[in-house]
């Protein structure tokens, strides 16, 4: 009989049986059906074996694969790594709405870049240097209502001061004098440009009225230069022999023969750079004589200072008493925007006006010598 039908009927009557029954029954059913048993036991076991060894051989088919992909995956993320090594600058930046294109081969330089690379700006203007020293600022200032300024000028004198003899006249003197016009005139510039270029270019509101004011200063200067040149006196002092120090210090002698006190000296860049290597002797090196200091950058002869001013001619130099000379002024300075002026206003366009109502008066040319280096 099967045995397994055999253990299916001994189940059946071992129903309601008590523990020992049981226990033996089992004891004889194991006696009995010993070789069988072990056949089926074996059975199990070597079907159970099969059905692992190919679970197994499975498993090794998997395992290879698995070795494959891990090697494919690892090359991967080698390539990987190394293309985000090679873009993280560009890779660091990303984020939502910015994508970043990386590429895996060739070192990147400013080829692969579409569009300007980044830059900073400095929006203060680099313009031309205004003048060293104006005209201005070595005279005096009168302001006036009208446009013409009338000053009272002593010309000269007949007679003198005696010791009279008992019983005779004193000494007569008598004086000339002479009204003396001087008209003011403006002197004036503008520059054009449209809106659209001030707003793009947002410094020009503080570059126009710099560059205005500077060249305005430049036209003052070569304006009063002309008139200093053609009213002040000309240099009577012999020069032959003498370098420009002792030039210098000769028509300082003479204003001072003449009552005028120096209080500045004007002279070309050239020249100044010129008197600072002034040998004490011939041959005997540089070494500025000890009438000439040079305090806090200031150069100095007995004291006076000396300005380099470009407004200047070449070779040519003023010394005087500046005092004795004023700038008359109707209308100040004055610097005006226009977006109405002409057709401004329709071709979208501004116009910067600036402009000054002046004139300069030489009120006592004796006060001031006109020379030049190179005169023999």
């Known amino acids: 009989m099967d045995l397994e039908v055999q253990l299916k009927d001994l189940a059946e009557k071992l129903e309601g049986k008590s523990s020992l029954e049981i226990k033996n029954a089992l004891e004889a059913f194991e006696t009995k059906n010993n070789d069988a048993i072990e056949l089926a036991v074996k059975e199990v076991k070597d079907a159970l074996e099969l059905d692992m060894k190919a679970i197994q051989d499975h498993a090794d088919k998997l395992d290879i694969k698995l070795q494959e992909k891990a090697t494919q995956e690892a090359k991967k993320g080698d390539t990987l790594r190394k293309a985000i090594t090679d873009n993280f600058e560009e890779i660091k930046g990303v984020k939502k709405g910015n994508a970043i294109d990386v590429k895996a081969v060739g070192n990147m330089t400013l080829a692969n870049l579409t569009g300007d690379q980044p830059r900073d700006y400095n929006f203060d203007v680099v313009m031309f240097p205004n003048q060293k020293v ?5 005279v005096g200032n009168v302001s006036i209502s009208g446009g013409t300024y009338t000053y009272v000028r002593e010309t000269g004198s007949e007679g003198a001061f005696t010791t009279p003899t008992e019983g005779l006249a004193k000494g007569q003197v008598d004086y000339d004098i002479s009204m003396i016009d001087v008209s003011t005139d403006f002197i004036a510039g503008y520059s054009r ?16 009225p710099r560059a205005l004011r500077r060249d305005y200063a430049k036209a003052e200067n070569a304006n009063f230069y002309a008139i200093l040149a053609a009213d002040a006196t000309a240099s009577t002092e012999i020069i032959t022999g003498q370098n420009k120090v002792e030039m210098l210090i000769a028509e300082i002698a003479g204003l001072d023969g003449s009552d005028y006190d120096t209080n500045a000296i004007a002279v070309t860049p050239a020249d100044y750079w010129d008197i600072m290597i002034t040998e004490k002797s011939t041959g005997a090196g540089y070494g500025l004589p000890g009438v000439v200091t040079q305090d806090g950058g200031v150069l100095r002869i007995n004291g006076i200072p000396l300005v380099k001013a470009t407004w200047i001619a070449a070779n040519k130099y003023f010394v005087g008493d500046w005092s004795r000379i004023s700038k008359v002024t109707t209308e100040g300075l004055s610097l005006e925007f226009s977006e109405t002026e002409g057709t401004n206003f329709t071709t979208n366009n501004i116009t910067a006006r600036i402009e000054a109502q002046v004139a300069l008066a030489v009120e006592q040319p004796a006060a001031l010598i006109f020379g030049d280096f190179t005169a023999t």
């Not at 104006?134 to 070595?138: G, I, K, S």
């Not at 440009?193 to 126009?208: A, H, Q, T, V």
């Open 193 to 208: 440009y449209s809106k659209k270029m001030r707003n793009n270019l947002p410094f020009l509101e503080s570059f126009i």
């Open 134 to 138: 104006n005209v201005d600022d070595l």
